[in-house]
């Protein structure tokens, strides 16, 4: 009887004890797999192609540059990633809401003048190792170093340069400042380039005055460049009238010259003749003078009682219908003539 129970009770003992067996066992199996997929995952690892891997063993640094897939030992070897592309930060107000930062952006000028300007600094990693562990934290020492030289060097300018016509200056020497001084820090950084993106007064009503001054400074370089390009217009077209008019007085003094020429060899042919015939030569010179002037004269006589008669011209004998048409000249007879 008691060989009968044992046998019906120990059979589901038995079974119990192996079902445990085998779970455990498949527990232990399911670990090791997790444990293997897990190693095999943290061996593996993609790299970007901007971007650079800081492989670290034993505290050995190693860059990677080449993007694609790439293995490391897990637990022994550990990643950092680092951009290349070049990244940047505001200074004076929040890039992401556009809203103002005043305890960034508020300075005073040389000419004991506030004003708010903002910047926005770009820069690019030149050696990952020195940018992970040269500094606890470069960027933030780039952004103070930056504040620092900004403040510096507004404070050199007055407000009418740091709003209006300084800013490239501004932003030429600021930037020759921090890439020296990045160059002596050595932190595996270096500055792209630093630009000024707004400058104003802090108040309405100093933003307006300076508004009217930039537009008055303004319609001074319109007028500048108008009356610019007026004398440029001007200037080639008195250039052009004076090369005309020395060309007409040219021409004038030939044709003079000429004319002269002609007189002369006139005058000289006359003489020759006249040294030829000097009689003959007088009394034709007389007879084409005469020839000449008495056309157009108008002879009036004058009585003794102050009565005047005029006398047809000359060649109105001969030709009436043009005696009229003479010039007028008055002749005063040396005595007066009777009728």
Same mark, same amino acid.
């Given at each position: 009887? /008691?060989?009968?129970?044992?046998?019906?009770?120990?059979?589901?003992?038995?079974?119990?004890?192996?079902?445990?067996?085998?779970?455990?066992?498949?527990?232990?199996?399911?670990?090791? *797999?997790?444990?293997?997929?897990?190693?095999?995952?943290?061996?593996?690892?993609?790299?970007?192609?901007?971007?650079?891997?800081?492989?670290? !063993?034993?505290?050995?640094? =190693?860059?990677?540059?080449?993007?694609? *897939? @790439?293995?490391?030992?897990? @637990?022994?070897?550990?990643?950092?990633?680092?951009? %290349?592309? $070049?990244?940047?930060?505001?200074?004076?107000?929040?890039?992401?809401?556009?809203?103002?930062?005043?305890?960034?952006?508020?300075?005073?000028?040389?000419?004991?003048?506030?004003?708010?300007?903002? /910047?926005?600094?770009?820069?690019?990693?030149?050696?990952?190792?020195?940018?992970?562990?040269?500094?606890?934290?470069?960027?933030?020492?780039?952004?103070?170093?930056?504040?620092?030289?900004?403040?510096?060097? *507004?404070?050199?300018?007055?407000?009418?340069?740091?709003?209006?016509?300084? =800013?490239?200056?501004?932003?030429?020497?600021?930037?020759? %400042?921090?890439?020296?001084?990045?160059?002596?820090?050595?932190?595996?950084?270096?500055?792209?380039?630093? !630009?000024?993106?707004?400058?104003?007064?802090?108040?309405?009503?100093?933003?307006?005055?300076?508004?009217?001054?930039?537009?008055?400074?303004?319609? #001074?370089? !319109?007028?500048?460049?108008?009356?610019?390009?007026?004398?440029?217009?001007?200037?080639?077209?008195?250039?052009?009238?004076?090369?005309?008019?020395? #060309?007409?007085?040219?021409?004038?003094?030939?044709?003079?010259?000429?004319?002269?020429?002609?007189?002369?060899?006139?005058?000289?042919?006359?003489?020759?003749?006249?040294? =030829?015939?000097?009689? $003959?030569?007088?009394?034709?010179?007389?007879?084409?003078?005469?020839?000449?002037?008495?056309?157009?004269?108008?002879?009036?006589?004058?009585?003794?009682?102050?009565? !005047?008669?005029?006398?047809?011209?000359?060649?109105?004998?001969?030709?009436?219908?043009?005696?009229?048409? #003479?010039?007028?000249?008055?002749?005063?007879?040396?005595?007066?003539?009777? %009728?």
């Amino acid at each position: 009887m /008691f060989k009968k129970k044992e046998k019906v009770y120990d059979q589901p003992v038995q079974k119990d004890r192996n079902w445990r067996a085998k779970i455990g066992k498949g527990a232990g199996i399911a670990a090791g *797999i997790l444990i293997l997929f897990s190693l095999f995952m943290g061996s593996v690892y993609s790299l970007k192609e901007n971007e650079y891997a800081v492989v670290t !063993t034993f505290g050995v640094p =190693k860059v990677v540059e080449e993007s694609g *897939i @790439h293995f490391k030992i897990p @637990h022994v070897q550990r990643l950092s990633r680092v951009p %290349k592309t $070049i990244n940047g930060f505001s200074i004076g107000y929040d890039s992401n809401s556009g809203e103002s930062v005043d305890k960034e952006s508020f300075m005073i000028t040389r000419d004991y003048n506030f004003v708010n300007v903002d /910047f926005y600094v770009e820069y690019r990693v030149t050696d990952p190792t020195k940018y992970l562990y040269a500094s606890e934290n470069p960027i933030f020492i780039l952004k103070n170093l930056t504040q620092s030289y900004i403040r510096d060097t *507004i404070g050199l300018y007055d407000v009418d340069s740091v709003i209006t016509t300084g =800013k490239n200056e501004i932003q030429a020497s600021i930037k020759e %400042k921090i890439i020296s001084r990045l160059d002596a820090e050595d932190i595996g950084i270096q500055l792209v380039n630093i !630009t000024i993106q707004d400058a104003e007064p802090p108040t309405q009503e100093v933003i307006n005055a300076f508004k009217n001054v930039e537009n008055a400074k303004q319609g #001074k370089e !319109t007028s500048i460049n108008k009356a610019n390009q007026k004398r440029n217009e001007d200037i080639p077209a008195a250039r052009a009238a004076a090369d005309e008019t020395v #060309k007409t007085a040219q021409a004038q003094a030939e044709e003079r010259v000429n004319e002269a020429k002609g007189q002369t060899a006139r005058l000289n042919e006359l003489y020759a003749e006249y040294q =030829k015939y000097p009689l $003959i030569t007088k009394q034709r010179m007389f007879y084409e003078t005469m020839e000449e002037i008495l056309p157009d004269m108008k002879i009036i006589i004058e009585n003794s009682d102050g009565t !005047t008669q005029t006398m047809l011209p000359i060649d109105s004998f001969t030709n009436p219908s043009q005696g009229e048409k #003479k010039t007028v000249q008055k002749a005063e007879p040396t005595e007066p003539v009777e %009728k």
